[in-house]
């Protein structure tokens, strides 16, 4: 069974400063992609950022960077210079790219940003 | 990015009704899914929904609690069926990328059932 794992239900970080949310992940299946979502107060689930099991380099998207660590199952997200608008709930996810269309999710990270 | 609406955006709702949820997005799409989001939980797939057929369900889920029209590829309905307190929850669709094969999410329907 696949299985994603976030072990930090809650986190806080002063306001400009980096903060990493852990996430680590479960599979036999070579071929899977990685997902980070943001949700905020109102409930929308946002898209941050992606990484593909066969993507060389780590991805990032402008404040977001993803730390992939293939050998420890490990997809860490970091953001740099957190913003208040930064608290949310923080998702992370994987799907399988070439069985099946679902995603799994994990259990999700409270991050509040301090002024 | 796709373009998805829901409606209602919430709704409170008695025991024992039912309550029908749309989903509208902007482009055509094959695929349309349905997901639950209990207090405090994670989300969790309901069903995925493709156009002209029968909607495929995940463990736990049945199409008479919940069952999910799709009649044309830009749009689709979750009805939560004889309604129960533990049915409260966000109920989101959503339909899949292109790009990154990333799921783009609808605002959510909170749903509370008294």
């Known amino acids: 069974a696949q299985k994603i794992t976030q072990t930090q239900p809650g986190m806080f970080v002063q306001e400009k400063e980096a903060v990493t949310l852990d996430c680590t992940y479960d599979t036999s299946d070579p071929s899977y992609g990685l997902f980070w979502y943001k949700q905020p107060s109102s409930g929308e689930m946002i898209f941050l950022i992606y990484q593909g099991s066969y993507d060389q380099q780590n991805a990032t998207e402008g404040r977001y960077s993803l730390n992939f660590q293939k050998a420890r199952k490990s997809a860490n997200l970091v953001i740099s210079a957190s913003q208040l608008g930064d608290s949310a709930m923080y998702f992370c996810?994987?799907?399988?790219?070439?069985?099946?269309?679902?995603?799994?999710f994990g259990t999700g990270t409270s991050l509040t940003v301090i002024p | 990015s796709a373009v998805i609406s829901q409606k209602p955006s919430r709704d409170i709702c008695q025991r024992g009704t039912s309550l029908t949820i749309q989903c509208q997005v902007d482009?055509?799409?094959?695929?349309m899914f349905w997901y639950r989001q209990q207090p405090g939980q994670s989300l969790t797939l309901i069903a995925t929904a493709n156009q002209g057929s029968e909607a495929t369900y995940e463990s736990g889920f049945v199409i008479d609690k919940f069952p999910i029209s799709r009649p044309n590829l830009t749009f689709s309905t979750l009805t939560v069926s004889n309604m129960s307190p533990e049915d409260s929850s966000i109920y989101l669709c959503?339909?899949?990328?292109?790009?990154?094969?990333?799921?783009?999410f609808g605002p959510g329907t909170r749903l509370t059932v008294l």
């Open positions: 959503s339909v899949e990328s292109t790009v990154y094969n990333e799921q783009f």
């Open positions: 482009s055509q799409v094959t695929m």
């Open positions: 996810a994987m799907r399988r790219l070439n069985t099946g269309n679902q995603f799994y």
